[in-house]
C-alpha cells in the first residue's frame, strides 16, 4: 500500500517469516498427508505419524515429555486456558493468582475476566529493568493462593525474569507456577524440567512457523482438565480434528530452535551496533532494553520529544517496520502499560519504539534503518504535522481550506461520531478515494486511536499531497479535547 525503497522487517517479536523447511513441510502435509489422524485404516497412519512427531519436536526443544504437550490454536488460547481451568478447579478454596504489571494482554486480561468472577489478582511491581522483586513475590504468596503467573520473557522489552528462581519461592509455599514462553521460545533456552514450572505457552509464528498454532506444555500429574469437549484428540483435552499442516510446521520450526539460539551472539552484536549507533546520532535517546537481562533480539528505544506513531510512519514510508510500544487498538491509545510500570511517563511511552531483529537481519538492513531515523529527525523525510487534539478547534477543522479525513470503520463512526463535513474514507482502501481528496486543500487525517492516521498521511505524501497533517490521538482524543464542539455538531 505504500511506497518503499527497501523491505526492512524489524518486527519479529510481532511475527516471524515462514521458514523455507517448515513451508516444504507444510506443502507436503496439504498436498499429500489428509488422513485424519484418529482413523484407524492406513491413510491415517501418516497423519498420526506426523503429529507425534511434531509433538516430540516441539517437548524435545524445551525438555519436556511428549505427553505433556498439548496443541492448541494460539499461545492465547494456552494462557486463556491455563488460567481458567485452575481457577475453576480450586476457587472459592482459593482465589489468588499472583501476577507481573507487564504480561501480555492475553493474560492481563483473562486475570481481569476471573477478577470478576472472584479472583483475588496481585500484581508484582516492576523495577526499570523491567524484572520483579522476588522478595516481593515471596511475601506475596499465602494460602489463598492458587497460582504464580509469570511470563519467561517479554515482548516489549525484552526482560527476562527468572522462572527457576519464581518456581522455587512458589513451590516451597504450594503454589503451581505458569510461565508464559512464548517470547522465549527460540531466543534463549527453555528446560521447563530444570526450571520446574508447571505450565507453559508457545506460539509456532513466533519461531518463524505458521500463524494459528500454539501449544501448551502441563508437566505430567499437574492439574488440567478437558477445554474443549467433544473427540478424544489431545489425551480428550482438546477436541477437534487436528490442524495438521499448522502442526507439522511447529514441529518442522522447533527443529531449528538450536541453530537459532546458537546465532544468539551474532543477534547480540548487532543489537548492540544499533544501540550504539542510535545513541550517536539521536541526540536525546534512552534505551529500555539495554543488558544481560534482556532477550538479545529486543531494542526499545525512547526518542525524547518525539511522536513514536509518526516516526513509525516515517519508518513505513521508507520500507522499515517496526511496532510502537504502545497497544495499537484503534479504540483508546493508551501508552504501553509494560513501559509504564518500568516507569516511563506517558509521553516517554508515546515517544518509544520497538525494534525487534531476526538471525536474517543484516548490518546493511540496520544501517539503512538508522539512516532513515537521522533522515527524519534532521527533516529530510516529507513533513506531516501531528496536531494536538487541542489544536484541532472548530475554526481550523471549518476552514474551507481544509478537508477532515476520516479513514475510521463503520462501528467506529458509530462509537464516536464524525466531525461535520468530513470525508469518510477506509484506512486499507484508501486509494480508491484519492479521487475524492483534492491536492489544493490541507487535508487533516483522523483515526480512532491516532495510530492509523499518520500511515494514510504519508501515503498522500507519497501520492503529491503537500499539506497534510493528522490528528493526534484520533477521535478518542479529539472527543474529549473539544466537548463542545462534539456535543454540538459531531456526526450532523
Ligand atoms: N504472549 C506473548 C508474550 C506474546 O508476545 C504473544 C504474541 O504477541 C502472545 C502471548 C499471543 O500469541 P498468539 O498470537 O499465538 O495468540
Redesign the pocket.
Known sequence: MFRFRKEVYLDN??TTKISKSVLQKMTFVLKNVYGNPSSLYKTSHQSAQILEMARESLAKSINAAPNEIIFTS????S?NTVLKILFEKYYPEKSKIISTEIE?P?VLTTLEYLKGKGAEIYFLNTNSKGDIDYAELERAIDDKTILVCA?NA??EIGSILDIKRIASIAHKKNALVFS?S??ALGKINIDVKDSNIDYA?F?A??INGPKGI?ALYVKSGRPISSFIHGGHQENGLRAGTESLHNIAGFGTACLSLEEKISNKEKISNLKKYFISELKQRVSRIKINSEGNNFLSNTISATFIGANNEKLMAALDYRGISVSAGSACNTQENAPSHVLKAIGLSDEEARATLRFSISDKTTKKEIDYTLRAIEDYFNDKLPKIEAISPKKANESLLMDKSTLVLDIRSESDRKSIKSIPNSLQAEFLGIKKYLHKIPKDKRIIVVCQGGVNSPFTAYYLKSKGYRNVSFIMTGMWGWKFANKDYYDRYAGE
Open positions: 517479536n510481532a494460539c499461545a492465547s488460547e494462557n501480555h492475553a511470563m517479554n515482548n508464559d512464548v517470547q505457552s506460539s509464528h513466533k500454539g
